[in-house]
Antibody, heavy 121, light 107 residues
C-alpha cells in the first residue's frame, strides 16, 4: 500500500523558515516524481513544486520561486520542502503527492494527509 | 501561464441525475488533464487522467472527455457518496494549475 506521511509543519513568524518532510513507503521511491501541493483550509488546491525521479529537475510555482527548495533523499525514501522568507499567504495545509505511472504522468495519483503551516506574528 | 476555468463553481442535483462539470484551458493542453474528487475533510483522490482514462478503482459512472482546451467530467448517475468538490488540473507544463473547483451537492 502506498503511504505518504508529511511532517514538519507548525507556527512560524513572517520571514522565518521551516522544513517539511514526506516519508514514503509501499512503492519504489526512485521510480517516481513527487510534488508538493498546498491548500488553504476551505479553499482550492495550489500546485507548489515538483521534483523528478532522480532529483535532476525541479520546478516551482511563481509564488514560491526563490524562497522554497524541493529535494529528495532516496536512501530515506523521503521528500522535502525547505521553506524560507515565509509570508502570511503561505499559510496552508501542505500535501506531498506522487506522480502517476509512466513518463510525463505529472498528475498525482497518491496524496498524503498534509501538514499544516501557519505563518503568523 | 495557462489558466484553467472550471464551471460551475457549485451545483445541486438529485440522486440519479447526470452531472456535467467543465474545465476550459486558456491555451491548448492536448489531453494533459486530470480530475480529482475531494470529499469534506479528506485528501484529493485521482479520478481521471489523460482527460479520459479512469483511474483504477474509480466507479464507471465517472467519465472524462475532451482535448485541446475544453474538457468535461461527467457523473452518469449521481450518488450520495459523490458529494464532494471536484478539481481539474492541467499537467502538460509548469505551473501545473488546478481549476478553482466545483462543489457538488445533493438536492
Amino acid at each position: 500500500e502506498v503511504q505518504l506521511v508529511e511532517s514538519g509543519g507548525g507556527v512560524v513568524r513572517p520571514g522565518g523558515s521551516l522544513r517539511l518532510s514526506c516519508g514514503t513507503s509501499g512503492f519504489k521511491f526512485d521510480d517516481y516524481g513527487m510534488a508538493w501541493v498546498r491548500q488553504v483550509p476551505g479553499k482550492g488546491l495550489e500546485w507548489v513544486s515538483h521534483i523528478n525521479w532522480n532529483g535532476g529537475s525541479t520546478t516551482y510555482a511563481d509564488s514560491v520561486k526563490g524562497r522554497f527548495t524541493i529535494s529528495r533523499d532516496s536512501a530515506r525514501n523521503s521528500l522535502y520542502l525547505q521553506m524560507s522568507s515565509l509570508r502570511a499567504e503561505d499559510t496552508a495545509l501542505y500535501h506531498c503527492a506522487r506522480d502517476g505511472v509512466g513518463g510525463g504522468s505529472y498528475y498525482s495519483d497518491h496524496w498524503g494527509q498534509g501538514t499544516l503551516v501557519t505563518v503568523s506574528s | 501561464d495557462i489558466q484553467m476555468t472550471q464551471s460551475p463553481s457549485s451545483l445541486s442535483a438529485s440522486v440519479g441525475d447526470r452531472v456535467t462539470i467543465t474545465c476550459r484551458a486558456s491555451q491548448g493542453i492536448s489531453n494533459s488533464l486530470a480530475w480529482y474528487q475531494q470529499k469534506p475533510g479528506k485528501v484529493p483522490k485521482l479520478l481521471i487522467y489523460a482527460a479520459s482514462t479512469l483511474q483504477s478503482g474509480v466507479p464507471s459512472r465517472f467519465s472524462g472527455s475532451g482535448s485541446g482546451t475544453d474538457f468535461t467530467l461527467t457523473i452518469s448517475s449521481l450518488q450520495p457518496e459523490d458529494v464532494a468538490t471536484y478539481y481539474c488540473q492541467k499537467y502538460n507544463s509548469v505551473p501545473r494549475t488546478f481549476g478553482r473547483g466545483t462543489k457538488v451537492e445533493i438536492k
